[in-house]
């Protein structure tokens, strides 16, 4: 008789609090975000080789071991979930910020270019029928000059969604920085602590949020090491290995309207082509100043045109080669020439007195009547239309066709990443996610384990307690 | 599967939200009446809105410039019909005067009434349409004719220019008929006649009805011009009209909202969501803890 059997019972006591304590921390834990549920792995003791009373050896079981604690988590599923949430990431911010562009440009309602175009051209017609009224130059005037200015109105806009776009890069970026920095400080402490032969379940979590994170912000794939530390790297930079990590840097070079952005280590620019960050600069280098040259190209175009056609015309005072609009360099920098805005007089309606009059007819409305053929004029070519040459009409519809497909592209990919991301998450879900029915299950299989296990112990500290308080009593 | 609590949930969030969004489409789209209300809720129907919303513009200032057609057109067809007759009249009274055995007191009366025909037409060559002078050309600030009754001498203040004005696509018409086009002997060959009638010269008389007649001629024809015109108008209105009816069906196609589809949507969509409501009401609760004691 021995105490081994107590022994045998004392680690399954333990075992299986043990286990009790890890579903209690997996019940407590069944909301948290990113946390996979962890496990007591259990194994039956080293057996130990008995002589058996029928004098046959035989190995006899010493209880069980707590062998580690298994933390749920598929690599795999974690790298297809990753990728698709970066895409998903990108996608979403993209469609914001086509969506903010297509608010700008308001087509096609009452508001936008279009309409003032048609007031434009109506106002030409009206110049053409009553040339010698002061209202029809008045309103010529006017009706040109709101359509340049609604133009540059446009281009403010962008400049400000570009701004913000900028803005929020600067913020993105500050949180991947942070995220670097704690995953590359979390790799130390994970090493450390699987050196020691330790798990490390809940900072191993921990980790995977931020890499998750990292995913949907920029993309980021990762590989595990040996040591238990991964490498993170972002648009083939490595930007963590081990405890070390890079940081991204900014600066505002003199003449940039933008923030540049580098990798501190290597000093290579950091460019971002997947992920949130990635849609915001996409968004802010090429789709902004891509719509921006063509809103240019547009209204520039019509204005030197209308300016030609303006100069080869004479005013009231029988004067030619004014300009109806000031073209300046810069984006937008159109408007109405001050001269005009000065006397509508000088609005050149009319083409050269016919000999032998010296001075402009005031019904002559000759040259309103060219500025009026400009309107079906192929005056753009090039750029957003290729070869092809188009009137400034064709254009516009062009450019917002063009940021309405894009717009509805960007959409229907944003839906269906985001579906496949979810789909991912949830083959995670079902590997890593706890069930509260599973737990309460396990819970009470344990709960019966450790009763049934103090049960034993009872029954064996009642043998053990005969021998020795009972035995070679006799008769007493 | 290993399907958890958190999965069972989020799948029951993700798809009243998807229910959501459609709810709120369907609402707008009723709403508003339209289903293309930016650019990118179908960029090839939203390109089409742009380009029927200018046609439209268009076709607006097509028939305001036929209606100010109208104007110019019944302005000069009056004014030359008004010639016509008094030239007529002109003609009549020539033939009297030009009779050997008229009286001297009658042939005074006979070029009375042909000078107050003379100045009658020169009224009428002057007169002014919507505040523009009618037949001056471009120069419509200034009156079209003078005549010299001491020395026969007409003279013609405006030039020859004509305004045309867009009724279509690539049709246009000119409103104005420039004095320079009316035949420059309109006032002479009356003063001629009530000189000759003056100075009883019956023969003289006689020999001016061919003038009286080119320019009769002359005037009837220019008549026949702007009746061309008014024909062109006519067509170009009823083409207006088709063309309008056109597209404000192509733009009902393109944006319109069909209210019996939408309607059906809203229910099933209603339904759905209700039912998603409901059905995740009932699955997202039991656990087993509730069983256990």
Redesign the interface.
């Known amino acids: 008789m021995s105490f081994g059997g107590i022994n045998t019972m004392r680690s399954a006591l333990q075992a299986n609090q043990r286990s009790l304590q890890i579903i209690g921390h997996n019940v407590a834990n069944a909301n948290t975000a990113g946390y996979s549920r962890q496990a007591m792995s259990l194994v039956a003791g080293e057996p130990v080789t008995k002589l058996l009373s029928g004098g046959q050896p035989a190995q006899f079981g010493t209880g069980v071991r707590e062998a580690e604690i298994i933390r749920y988590r598929n690599d795999f599923l974690d790298r297809q979930f990753r990728n698709r949430n970066a895409l998903a990431g990108f996608h979403e911010g993209f469609n914001i910020g086509l969506v903010q562009m297509e608010l700008i440009f308001n087509e096609p309602t009452e508001a936008g270019l279009r309409v003032r175009f048609d007031d434009f051209w109506e106002a030409v017609q009206n110049l053409n029928n009553r040339p010698g009224d002061l209202d029809t130059r008045i309103q010529f005037r006017e009706r040109a000059g709101a359509l340049v200015d609604h133009a540059r109105f446009v281009y403010k806009q962008l400049s400000e969604a570009r701004q913000s776009y900028d803005t929020n890069m600067i913020d993105k970026i500050a949180e991947l920085n942070s995220s670097l920095r704690q995953v590359a400080a979390l790799n130390e402490r994970i090493t450390r602590a699987t050196a020691g032969g330790q798990s490390a379940g809940d900072l191993e979590d921990r980790r995977d949020i931020l890499l998750d994170n990292l995913s949907r912000l920029a993309g980021a794939t990762i590989s595990k090491n040996s040591l238990g530390d991964v490498s993170v790297w972002i648009d083939n930079q490595i930007v963590v290995s081990n405890v070390m990590y890079a940081q991204v840097t900014q600066e505002r070079l003199p003449g940039s309207e933008v923030t540049t952005f580098h990798w501190d280590i290597t000093g290579d620019p950091a460019t971002f082509t997947t992920g949130e960050v990635g849609a915001l600069q996409h968004l802010r280098d090429a789709t902004v100043p891509d719509y921006v040259e063509y809103l240019d190209t547009m209204i520039r175009t019509f204005a030197e045109r209308i300016n030609e056609v303006h100069r080869d015309g004479y005013g009231l005072d029988s004067v030619s080669g004014r300009n109806l609009f000031a073209v300046g360099p810069g984006p937008l920098n159109i408007a109405i020439d001050p001269l005009i805005l000065q006397n509508s007089d000088w609005i050149a309606a009319a083409k050269a007195p016919e000999p032998p009059a010296t001075t402009v007819s005031v019904g002559d409305s000759r040259n309103a009547w060219d500025m009026l053929q400009v309107r079906d004029e192929a005056i753009l070519s090039g750029g957003l239309v290729g070869t092809r040459s188009v009137t400034a009409y064709d254009y516009l519809r062009a450019m917002n066709t063009l940021l309405g497909i894009q717009s509805q592209d960007s959409r229907r990919n944003q839906e269906a990443y985001q579906l496949q991301a979810s789909q991912a998450n949830d083959l995670r879900m079902s590997v890593s996610g706890v069930s509260l029915d599973e737990e309460m299950t396990k819970m009470i299989e344990h709960q019966h384990a450790y009763n049934a296990a103090a049960r034993v112990i009872t029954a064996l500290d009642e043998a053990i307690g005969q021998v020795i308080d009972r035995m070679g009593i006799v008769g007493r | 599967?290993?399907?958890?609590?958190?999965?069972v949930a989020?799948?029951v969030g993700?798809n009243l939200n998807n229910l959501r969004r459609r709810l709120a489409r369907v609402e707008t789209e009723m709403a508003t009446g339209k289903t293309?209300?930016?650019?990118?809720?179908?960029?090839?129907a939203?390109?089409e809105?742009?380009?029927l919303?200018?046609g439209t513009?268009?076709l607006?200032?097509w028939e305001a410039?036929m209606n100010?057609l109208n104007g110019w057109v019944a302005s000069t067809e009056g004014a030359l019909n008004h010639m016509t007759n008094a030239l007529q009249r002109m003609r009549e009274l020539t033939i009297q005067g030009s009779t050997a055995s008229m009286s001297k007191a009658a042939l005074e009366n006979l070029s009375m009434e042909v000078d107050a025909i003379r100045e009658d037409l020169l009224a009428t060559s002057n007169q002014k349409h919507a505040g523009?002078a009618l037949f001056?050309?471009?120069?419509?600030?200034v009156k079209a004719f003078d005549f010299d009754a001491a020395t026969g001498t007409t003279t013609y203040n405006g030039?020859?220019?004509t305004?045309?004005?867009?009724i279509g696509p690539g049709v246009n018409i000119a409103?104005n008929v420039p004095g320079s086009d009316l035949s420059s002997d309109l006032f002479r060959v009356g003063w001629e006649v009530a000189e000759a009638m003056r100075n009883e010269d019956t023969a003289a008389v006689g020999n001016l009805l061919t003038r009286i007649d080119q320019v009769l001629d002359s005037v009837i024809t220019t008549r026949a011009v702007v009746g061309v015109r008014a024909n062109r108008l006519e067509q170009a209105k009823s083409q207006a009209v088709d063309s309008r009816v056109n597209m404000t069906m192509l733009l009902e196609q393109a944006?319109g909202v069909e209210f019996e589809r939408a309607i059906l949507e809203l229910k099933q969509v209603e339904v759905a969501y209700q039912t998603a409501l409901q059905v995740g009401a009932r699955i997202i609760p039991p656990?087993?803890?509730d069983f256990?004691r």
């Open positions: 599967m290993r399907v958890t609590t958190g999965m989020n799948s993700t293309i209300l930016k650019m990118g809720d179908g960029p090839s939203g390109s809105v742009l380009r919303n200018t513009r268009t607006d200032q410039n100010d523009y001056s050309g471009h120069k419509i600030d030039d020859s220019g305004t045309l004005r867009e409103s944006q656990t087993l803890v256990m």
